[in-house]
């Protein structure tokens, strides 16, 4: 058998030394995860952040623009206009992607930063996940039910009995203001934590 050539040294009282490289320099160190740049967390947050800011901006337009204007129309023009707002963004597949995106993203940012080891980071990125599952919580509870009822009412030319009407409004946009305000708070959550991320990626690069 042919003896090692490059046998292991020994350090103070037999203690195994760092292995050395054939050619007599030491192995690079693998640097521990915390110490590694997170281009995934910082796509994560950026995504999270633009996301929720759409939501938010969707939610506040209907609250500010949308639902004061037909609350000046009559009855008929109301159902139609609804039903065809809806109808679009059914089909959305962009709004669809949007609207799921914001939550994985934010979720996953802060998996990722908690496995890092960086909890205050995780927290506000895992704050802002529950606050936007709040608010699509509130949607499929609440506004799509409403929605789906107004469908079901049919072409709004034949439709003789509009009583849902005052239901749907004073239900619908109620909801919609506490839909606008916790996504809001959501996206702060998720700035502030994305902030957090590029100050340690920022020391980060100065230590190294």
């Given at each position: 058998?042919?003896?090692?050539?490059?046998?292991?040294?020994?350090?103070?009282?037999?203690?195994?030394?760092?292995?050395?490289?054939?050619?007599?320099?030491?192995?690079?160190p693998v640097p521990p995860r915390e110490d590694r740049p997170n281009k995934a967390a910082g796509w994560l947050h950026m995504i999270s952040v633009i996301t929720l800011g759409l939501m938010a901006g969707l939610f506040f337009a209907y609250d500010v623009s949308v639902m004061p204007g037909l609350a000046n129309t009559d009855d008929r023009t109301y159902v139609t206009s609804m039903q065809q707002f809806n109808a679009e963004?059914?089909?959305?597949?962009l709004f669809a992607l949007i609207f799921m995106?914001?939550?994985?993203?934010?979720?996953?940012?802060?998996?990722?930063?908690?496995?890092?080891?960086r909890k205050t980071i995780a927290l506000w990125a895992g704050?802002?996940?529950?606050?936007?599952?709040?608010?699509?919580?509130?949607t499929m509870g609440v506004e799509i039910p409403l929605n789906n009822q107004l469908a079901d009412l049919g072409n709004p030319a034949k439709i003789h009995d509009f009583s849902l009407v005052d239901k749907f409004k004073g239900t619908w946009e109620t909801v919609n203001i506490f839909r606008t305000l916790l996504n809001t708070a959501a996206l702060g959550c998720a700035a502030y934590a994305a902030k957090l991320h590029g100050r340690a990626e920022a020391l980060l690069s100065v230590g190294r």
């Open positions: 058998m042919t003896p090692n050539p490059y046998p292991q040294q020994q350090g103070p009282a037999g203690a195994q030394a760092p292995y050395q490289q054939p050619w007599g320099r030491p192995a690079a963004i059914d089909g959305n597949g995106g914001a939550i994985v993203a934010a979720g996953l940012a802060a998996f990722l930063e908690f496995r890092r080891g704050l802002a996940a529950v606050l936007y599952l709040v608010v699509l919580m509130l």
